[in-house]
C-alpha cells in the first residue's frame, strides 16, 4: 500500500492550498481516508476524514470550523483536502491516511492502518 501526498507548501494567513492522496495497492472504495497532522513535539492530531464506503460521510476536527473541505474521487483513488482561510496555526506536517476500521473517524492515530509520508505546509502572518 502507498500513500502519496501531494500539494504542501507556503501559503499567507488567509490564503487556500489544496493536498492530495494518491492511494494505490488497497480496494480505494472500502478504506475511509483522511489527513491528520503534526507539529514538532506535539501529538499527530485529527484533521478530517472521508467515508468513501458511507456515501461519501465527512468528519472534520472542531478546529477547522468549516475552512477546509474533504472529498474523494474513486476515479482516480485518490483524496483531497481543500484549505481555506489559512492561518499560521495551521503550520504542520500534514499526513494521509488509510483506515479500515473506525480509527481515523473517531480521530484515534494509533490504530490508523496506512500511512503517506507527510507533507510541510507552512502558512505565514
Known amino acids: 500500500v502507498q500513500l502519496q501526498a501531494y500539494g504542501g507548501g507556503l501559503a499567507q494567513a488567509g490564503g487556500f492550498l489544496r493536498l492530495s492522496c494518491a492511494a494505490s495497492g488497497l480496494s480505494f472504495m472500502y478504506y475511509d481516508m483522511g489527513w491528520f497532522r503534526q507539529t514538532p513535539g506535539k501529538e499527530r492530531e485529527f484533521v478530517a476524514a472521508i467515508r468513501q464506503s458511507g456515501g461519501g460521510s465527512t468528519f472534520y476536527a472542531d478546529f477547522v470550523q468549516g475552512r477546509f473541505i474533504i472529498s474523494g474521487d474513486n476515479a482516480k483513488n485518490t483524496v483531497y483536502l481543500q484549505m481555506n482561510s489559512l492561518k499560521p496555526e495551521d503550520t504542520a506536517v500534514y499526513y494521509c491516511?488509510?483506515?479500515?476500521?473506525?480509527?481515523?473517524?473517531?480521530?484515534?492515530?494509533?490504530?490508523?492502518?496506512?500511512w503517506g509520508k507527510g507533507t510541510l505546509v507552512t502558512v505565514s502572518s
Open positions: 491516511a488509510a483506515d479500515y476500521g473506525y480509527d481515523l473517524t473517531s480521530g484515534r492515530a494509533n490504530g490508523v492502518n496506512y
